[in-house]
């Protein structure tokens, strides 16, 4: 196993079949640091343009389309004493009527100390000053999606993308369908914190120093999987939220059958056992983790 210090040249807004800027060997860690989805670095210096620039693509070599990527992710960690946030409830996300009375979708900046674990605005309304503690993840990654295509960083779908969920954080495993040789895995979109369903627009954007573990399992997937240390889940990223939640709950099907569950036990399981969170619904397509505890699958 190698470990690979990964500086980009240059950032990318589609996740597509492009050369790659570095290639791995299956079980490689790659250290890299991201800037955040406004193009700003660890400095705060603009370095690209906005629009959730991603680093990559990184190839690992013998991967093919049919396998399956694997991507482990070590460590996310803010590389800035600030993130940004918007100001406002986005409008889609409550009444209709209710929309005209949000405020002005201003920038909010938040005050991140490492040391404390923690980010703080100072002033965020009526509720003075707010401290929560740092939960870093990954709001935009994947691989190259199939057919040749280039899909903006502002969305997602079965090659993931822009999914916002906040559980792919420190400690998680994520897998992805591989449709391009080499996978062709991108990354970026870091978060501070961000709570269910990206409901303003943003987590607490900031430049952030990633770890991953990159490797490729000849076996094949659908959509987006996930396990941390008490659950596994999968992704459905559509939009109507509905569609997004068919996919995540079908792949959920399609991984429980695997461990030897037919239909009426995945069924019953799921029926009774099953907990939905939404990662994004601001962007073009919405995200659903389908989740489950690991104390109910088959030993």
Known sequence: MTTHNFVPAAYHHVLATLPPALTVESGDVVVTETIDANGWDKHGDKVWKAGNPMNGPIAIVGAQPGDTLKVEILSVTPSRATGWTRAALAANV????????????????????????????????????LTL??????????????????????????HGGNMDYRRFGPGTTAWFPVAAPGALFFLGDCHALQGDGEIVGTGIETACEVAVRLSFEKRSIVWPRGETERDIFTIGNARPLEQALQHATTEMVRWLAEMGLDLVAASHLLGQAVRYDIGNVYDPAYTVACRLNKNWLPR
Do not use: K, Y
Request: with cysteine.
């Open 133 to 158: 503690p740092l939960a870093p993840m990954i709001g935009c990654f994947g691989v190259a999606p199939a057919g040749g295509q280039a899909i903006s960083t502002a969305t997602s779908a079965e």
């Open 94 to 129: 409550v009444e209709p009527e209710f929309a005209r009375q949000l405020p002005p979708r201003d920038r909010a900046i938040w005050r991140i100390d490492r040391n404390a674990q923690t980010a703080t605005l100072a002033h965020s309304g009526g509720a003075g000053q």
